[in-house]
């Protein structure tokens, strides 16, 4: 079992920062890669980035060259994924999910809300 704790969301002006993290605790040592999801209203939950074990990463198109995900392991037994965001858009705005994927199982935190205001 691994449970995921999201922060960092909020309200932003179009161009704006925010940074999402998500610590991971329980089984850290079986993810086989983290990520975030992000859905917006009337819309599918959709792909954002994904980061391996191993540090490999995977960009949604919308995304890449404004948006970094990374992630770090800690001593208190946590596993951390981190998404920086950068040039924020109002289409950005959506509930973001964090994932963590253990073999064929996928493990979803609770979402933070990310709005862009124009």
């Known amino acids: 079992q691994v449970q995921l704790a999201e922060s960092g969301g909020g309200l932003v002006q179009a161009g704006g920062s925010l940074r999402l993290s998500c610590a991971a605790s329980g089984s850290i040592f079986s993810i086989n890669g983290m990520g975030w999801y992000r859905q917006a209203p009337g819309r599918q939950r959709e792909l954002v980035a994904v980061?391996?074990?191993?540090?490999?990463?995977?960009?949604?198109d919308s995304v890449k060259g404004r948006f970094t995900i990374s992630s770090s392991s800690r001593a208190n037994a946590r596993k951390w994924v981190y998404l920086q965001m950068n040039s924020l858009k109002p289409e950005d705005t959506a509930v973001y999910y964090c994932?963590?994927?253990?073999?064929?199982?996928?493990?979803w935190g609770q979402g933070t809300q990310v709005t862009v205001s124009s």
């Open positions: 980061i391996t074990s191993s540090g490999s990463t995977n960009y949604a």
């Open positions: 994932n963590a994927r253990v073999g064929m199982i996928d493990y």
